[in-house]
């Protein structure tokens, strides 16, 4: 019975840090801006030194007085 718990125990013990380990780095930052370009070089530099850009995308947000549209980018990370 001791034997099964320190095994259970051990078990949990490395899913836990499998688990909690890889998911911490990664994320994303969102913009919006007049010209997709310098929105996502704009948002690029925003992203932690060391990190791989996994995505990029830009979405068209009409203007409601019917003026130039903008742009809402994200860039994404791991």
């Known amino acids: 019975m001791h034997s099964i718990m320190k095994v259970l125990f051990s ?8 688990a909690l380990g ?3 780095n ?16 704009d948002l690029k530099s925003n992203v932690p030194k060391g990190v791989k850009i996994t995505d990029t995308s830009c979405e ?18 791991e």
């Not at 990664?26 to 070089?41: D, I, P, Q, R, Y």
């Not at 068209?60 to 990370?77: A, H, M």
């Open 22 to 24: 890889s998911p911490a």
């Open 26 to 41: 990664s994320g994303s930052v969102t913009g919006v801006g007049f010209e997709k370009s310098a929105t996502l070089e």
């Open 11 to 18: 078990a949990l013990t490395c899913l836990s840090v499998l």
């Open 60 to 77: 068209t947000v009409g203007v409601p007085s019917g003026g130039t549209n903008k742009y809402r980018c994200t860039v994404t990370w």
